[in-house]
């Protein structure tokens, strides 16, 4: 199971974009790296996932470099409503057992 | 799509009654969902993984006679929380498993249980 780690806490100002790092030296092959946002008091929602290179949706980007050791979610000018906890995981397929870390806490200050 | 439900999404109970909470996943089918709990300003914390049909598997420390999870559908596990008690007060979480290759997980709302 590949540990992550990402920095605690963000500030970020409205309308920029923020780039948010997860590094996971031990990923293995067959690993998906997933990134999940919570809002106090609610259940995490998926963002996005990616396996290597570049994925972009309609919320966020995830670049993936080569080695796959470290990944970046990328948030295109964020708003207040973008503070939030950003969750880093890797997830491997079949494998059942999630972990989740402190996550990022990022917060968009107008 | 992948949308989880709970149910319900707050309750506040006595000391020593058992509380339910229900997950659904309302438009497809979960044969794998994972119930969670979060105290306030710390991460999920995987209680037990609930498989359909099955016995769930709780995580070291969970006790299975207290918290009792069933799982009789594809689509539906519940959480019983037995005689609970204040320390049990927390935000209860479940998920469920969309596609095995990726082990992608789709949250519900939580449910906030106080008790009293």
């Known amino acids: 199971l590949a540990k992550t780690t990402q920095p605690i806490s963000m500030d970020s100002y409205e309308g920029q974009e923020v780039n948010i790092t997860c590094s996971h030296n031990?990923?293995?092959?067959?690993?998906?790296i997933t990134w999940y946002q919570q809002f106090p008091s609610q259940g995490p929602r998926f963002i996005i996932q990616?396996?290597?290179t570049k994925v972009t949706n309609e919320v966020a980007s995830l670049f993936i470099p080569a080695d796959r050791k470290s990944s970046t979610l990328s948030l295109p000018r964020v708003s207040l409503s973008d503070t939030a906890v950003y969750y880093c995981?890797?997830?491997?397929?079949?494998?059942?057992?999630?972990?989740f870390g402190i996550g990022t806490k990022l917060q968009v200050i107008p | 799509g992948a949308v989880v439900s709970q149910h319900p999404s707050w309750v506040i109970c006595k000391s020593g009654t058992s509380v339910k909470i229900e997950c659904r996943s309302l438009d497809f089918q979960a044969t794998t969902m994972f119930w969670y709990r979060q105290f306030p300003k710390q991460s999920l914390m995987l209680m037990a993984t609930?498989?359909?049909?099955?016995?769930?598997?709780?995580e070291q420390g969970v006790e299975k006679d207290k918290f009792l999870i069933n799982h009789a559908s594809l689509t539906l596990s519940t959480l019983t929380v037995t005689s609970a008690h204040p320390e049990d007060s927390s935000f209860y979480i479940c998920?469920?498993?969309?596609?095995?290759?990726?082990?992608?997980?789709?949250f519900g709302p939580g449910t906030r249980l106080t008790v009293l």
């Open positions: 990616g396996y290597k």
């Open positions: 031990n990923i293995a092959t067959n690993d998906y």
């Open positions: 609930s498989n359909e049909g099955s016995k769930a598997t709780y």
């Open positions: 998920s469920a498993r969309v596609a095995v290759s990726t082990d992608t997980q789709y």
């Open positions: 995981l890797v997830l491997s397929g079949g494998y059942q057992k999630v972990t």
